[in-house]
């Protein structure tokens, strides 16, 4: 079939654009960054416009690149920075204040007045998370609360909420539609994952009018078409959406029950789609929603580690240990062995499954003998070392052994990391042949709701592996290192001071 589907992945700092063909193929890509606003520390926001001006000049880029016209395309999925919280006036489409981003704290005192209130497993039960500035319900209470006149023309209907994949619908469209999908919706603390229906409990503790919320819809369905764009004709369907971690489960072909996928970024998240009943974790995981289609809806178990990409940056950044990221696999292959050195990348604390923001890093075992090369090599196990952590809490959650693990995001092109991660999880690493995985989850998702890819067969047969890593570690040797690991994560929770 002639054409292409344009993935749009909106991410934290930047917009992607991935042409791809119906056989799976990129035909091309292209990247737009765009900048980040701190107006007070732990505060994260992003400006509307340049998020848009990135959108638009990633496409017109990607499509240079590949060399086809706007025409061409048939059809457009959508994948996005979860939990970033947009509010905007629904005649004029402007947003009445910047977007909170997902990293932003500001509403941290807010969680805990909920918790406090005895409210943490209400939110729980209901909606898998944790009551936490993360997510996106306190944001919008925020912006209810502090912008003038907002919280009155919310309950009138004048505005509207939605996560960067609803605004993102809204200007393709020409404001056509006010949706989103369910994976978005099960991000904001407002949305009961086993009714699958905005809770009118949790809309009440959080005072966010219903009239401001978007409609929720399935994760591959046409929900709009194109209108009024300068780089792309009317009349695209826009048919596929899913929040980033999501798609890439979805990318990655996580079909079944107990598969499994780890996106390396700046952080790292683990996805384990559990099937048609959301699994209530008792190991310090999140239940999430994994897509729905049709009337069926995945759910999975997620974890996440806050600092992986970003504690080789540091080497880069606060140490000039490297020159740039890529740098540190062959420094870490100097060296046989890490020389019992171990590094607990806790630079933000502890995420899933310790949940202890007070933990801080930590370097143990150092001697006189330890090199840059050491330190690269703990480095990488450090951040292998906590996907085991989430991998055990989700076997214990899940009931089930993993079989293999699938990988993708930039620093799964690191080998030697690949390896020791299948080295120290006693399992296989299947890595593919392109491994931005988000936007092609997207991708597939719009092309499933199009006709273009029939079914998960076809996706199945365009997902490629370009190679497989074994574990050959010794498992005595593995013991010592899970062991040196558990002792090192004691002493990173250790609160400067205690004995």
């Given at each position: ?29 292209a990247n737009r960054e765009f900048k980040q606003c701190f107006p007070r520390p732990g ?272 080497l880069r950044d606060g140490l000039g240990i490297i020159r740039k990221a890529s740098d ?172």
């Amino acid at each position: 079939m002639p054409g292409y589907i344009l993935a749009i992945d909106q991410g934290t700092t930047g917009s992607t654009s991935v042409l791809i063909s119906p056989a799976g193929a990129v035909l091309g890509r292209a990247n737009r960054e765009f900048k980040q606003c701190f107006p007070r520390p732990g505060w994260v926001e992003h400006d509307l416009a340049d998020i848009w001006q990135s959108v638009a000049a990633s496409i017109a880029e990607a499509l240079a690149a590949a060399s086809v016209k706007g025409s061409d395309c048939l059809a457009i999925g959508i994948t996005n920075q979860r939990e970033t919280t947009v509010i905007w006036d629904r005649q004029s489409g402007e947003p009445v204040h910047r977007a909170i981003v997902w990293q932003d704290r500001r509403t941290a005192g807010r969680c805990r007045e909920l918790q406090e209130a005895g409210l943490e497993e209400l939110f729980r039960s209901r909606t898998g998370l944790v009551l936490d500035p993360y997510f996106s319900g306190t944001k919008i209470e925020w912006i209810l609360d502090h912008v003038e006149g907002a919280r009155a023309r919310a309950e009138a209907g004048r505005l509207a909420f939605g996560t960067i994949d609803s605004w993102l619908v809204h200007a393709l469209s020409g404001g056509a539609v006010h949706v989103t999908d369910v994976t978005n919706a099960s991000r904001t603390l407002l949305f009961d994952i086993r009714r699958g229906s905005w809770d009118d409990d949790l809309l009440g503790h959080l005072r966010v009018p219903r009239a401001l919320l978007p409609e929720v819809r399935s994760s591959s369905e046409v929900y709009a078409r194109t209108k009024g764009l300068d780089v792309l004709p009317d009349g695209i369907p826009i048919a596929g959406i899913a929040g980033d971690q999501q798609a890439a489960l979805f990318g990655q072909t996580c079909f079944e029950s107990g598969e499994a996928k780890c996106t390396y970024g700046t952080g790292a998240f683990l996805l384990m789609n559990t099937g048609t009943e959301p699994v209530r974790s008792k190991h310090g995981l999140l239940t999430t929603i994994a897509w729905r289609l049709g009337d069926e809806t995945i759910y999975a178990l997620e974890g996440s580690s806050f600092v992986a990409g970003a504690a080789v940056q540091w080497l880069r950044d606060g140490l000039g240990i490297i020159r740039k990221a890529s740098d540190i696999e062959a420094l870490a292959a100097q060296v046989p062995s890490s020389g019992d050195v171990v590094f607990v990348p806790a630079l933000a604390g502890l995420g899933a499954p310790h949940w202890d923001p007070d933990a801080r890093g930590l370097i143990a075992g150092l001697t006189r003998y330890t090199t840059a090369a050491h330190l690269a090599r703990a480095t990488l196990e450090g951040i292998a070392f906590q996907i085991v952590d989430l991998v055990h809490a989700m076997e214990a959650d899940a009931g089930r052994p993993l079989q293999r693990l699938r990988v993708d995001g930039g620093a799964s092109m690191n080998g030697l990391l690949m390896q020791l991660q299948s080295d120290l999880l006693d399992a296989p690493i299947d890595r593919p042949a392109v491994v931005e995985t988000t936007a092609l989850g997207a991708g597939y998702l719009a092309g499933i709701a199009t006709g273009i890819l029939p079914d998960l067969n076809a996706v199945r047969s365009a997902h490629h592996i370009d190679q497989t890593f074994e574990p050959s570690m010794d498992p005595s040797t593995r013991a010592a290192h899970m062991e040196r690991w558990r002792v090192a994560v004691r002493r990173a929770r250790t609160k400067l001071g205690a004995s």
